[in-house]
């Protein structure tokens, strides 16, 4: 679940430096919670995803990319356009409905925070006298229309006056269209219609095959190389990621004697230790200062699954340079790659309680051909958070025809599957990427459970 990056090995083919694949990760400033309005009328659906959420499991019935030629994995269908559209309504109305809009059906779950912001020159509206500021989330799943409406309430408008929504970052998922918009009260004009239907829920985690393998305490175990019973302590290409910008090494007490354990079986869960090494440990001509943490199964059969589910309960870190991970890697090679979470702890905006990202990676042989995914503010758009708090369930369902991940059992995004028949394997790690004192807070993933569904 990091940011995949190529290095060539000697004498071989180019081979990603697999530490966690990012999902679109930016630099853009952290992001505020703000009050989550419905953005539609009743309706089985609305824009803004609640906390709360119907159990029943609702599938997307068609796709619309059923014929799309992915090219064994290396191609996606073009991302859709948002656009805030703009709006009318009565003098004197109690709601204005503000058309957000995508140009065509999208293969992925896309995701635009939206904002009031006051009107301009004499007939300008203002928020706490003729409107309600609003600060929201909408939220397109695929197969849902490509129009919903946010709801904005109304105070007091006379005849012209205005005020404007729009976004306030760019969209996850899709290329920015319009960006602003203005909310005009117009006695002449209709007022713009509140989408009411069509929209799909967000469903919840539910397995549908025969559970293939639980962690317990005691059947976990690890080892360098790893084995049929045994995850290995490295990924499937060495035990550092340079060109990944990572500064730790991937330790292993057996290798490295003297270190702080990097695992540790406790009543809590796994722990995953990362440290500040009192000296550095070379690596690959490379000296590292830091320890980090890993168990791949790339050579643990009962690990590995092709359509399935996996789910894992965890309690993140919150040391700033820290970077855990839970990620999916096809037996025949990176890549395609799943990244189920991922916690951007190396950055300044990244917070570890609100905070998740998911992503794909598609191409072959080595090469990155693209990546798709989602890098959001958890707690404003799902009423999800405090994962360094207490422990949380991340899971994901590979499907035939999507990919839907999960945190604490309520979708969160969702793809089309372009990697069609391919086999998987879990890693789970905790990187380092600091050149920091990195001590403050906690450097440890907590894992509790970890399991894997076969259909």
């Not at 966690?20 to 703000?34: L, R």
């Not at 191609?75 to 995508?102: D, E, H, N, R």
């Not at 319009?178 to 713009?192: C, E, F, I, K, M």
Request: charged share 15%.
């Amino acid at each position: 679940m990091r940011i995949t990056v190529l290095r060539p090995l000697a004498g071989a083919f180019s081979l990603c430096a697999l530490a966690g694949c990012g999902g679109e990760d930016t630099s853009s400033s952290k992001q505020q919670t703000g009050t989550v309005v419905i953005a539609e009328a009743a309706s089985a659906t609305t824009a803004v995803a609640a906390p709360a959420q119907t159990a029943a499991v609702t599938a997307v019935t068609t796709n619309p990319f059923a014929s799309f030629n992915y090219a064994g994995g290396t191609t996606m269908p073009a991302k859709a356009t948002l656009s805030i559209g703009a709006a009318m309504f009565q003098p004197g109305a109690s709601v204005a409905y503000v058309p957000v809009t995508l140009d065509r059906a999208t293969p992925n779950t896309v995701i635009a925070r939206v904002i009031t912001v006051n009107g301009s020159g004499t007939t300008k509206a203002l928020s706490g006298y003729q409107y309600k500021a609003t600060d929201t989330v909408v939220i397109f799943r695929p197969g849902d229309p490509l129009r919903k409406t946010v709801s904005v309430p109304l105070l007091s408008t006379t005849n012209g006056q205005q005020f404007s929504l729009k976004l306030r970052e760019a969209p996850w998922g899709a290329n920015q269209g319009t960006a602003s918009n203005t909310v005009t009260a117009n006695a002449g004009a209709t007022p713009t219609a509140a989408a009411t239907s069509g929209f799909r829920n967000a469903r919840t985690f539910r397995t549908y095959g025969a559970l293939q393998y639980e962690m317990t305490k005691e059947n976990m175990r690890w080892s360098d190389g790893g084995w049929s019973g045994a995850w290995s302590t490295a990924l499937s290409h060495g035990r550092a990621q340079v060109a990944n910008g990572e500064t730790g090494v991937y330790l292993d007490e057996a290798l490295y004697p003297g270190v702080e354990a990097p695992l540790r079986y406790t009543d809590d869960g796994l722990v995953f230790h990362t440290q500040r090494l009192k000296s550095p440990i070379g690596y690959g001509g490379v000296g590292y200062n830091y320890g980090a943490v890993v168990l791949s199964g790339h050579n643990t059969p009962d690990t590995q699954i092709g359509y399935g589910q996996y789910e894992w309960v965890a309690k993140m870190p919150t040391r700033r340079g820290s970077w855990p991970a839970f990620w999916l890697i096809s037996t025949s090679g990176w890549p395609p790659e799943i990244d189920v979470y991922e916690g951007f702890g190396y950055q300044s905006y990244w917070d570890f309680d609100r905070h998740i990202s998911s992503t794909i990676h598609g191409g072959s042989w080595g090469t990155r051909a693209f990546q798709r995914g989602t890098n959001i503010q958890a707690e404003q758009a799902y009423g999800l958070s405090g994962f360094s708090q207490g422990y949380h369930r991340f899971a994901v369902d590979i499907g035939p025809e999507y990919i839907t991940w999960f945190v604490d059992g309520l979708e969160t995004y969702q793809s089309v599957n372009p990697f069609k028949g391919h086999r998987w394997y879990p890693i789970m790690n905790v990187a380092v990427k600091t050149t920091s004192a990195y001590d403050d807070g906690t450097g440890d993933m907590v894992v509790k459970s970890f399991r894997a569904w076969k259909n």
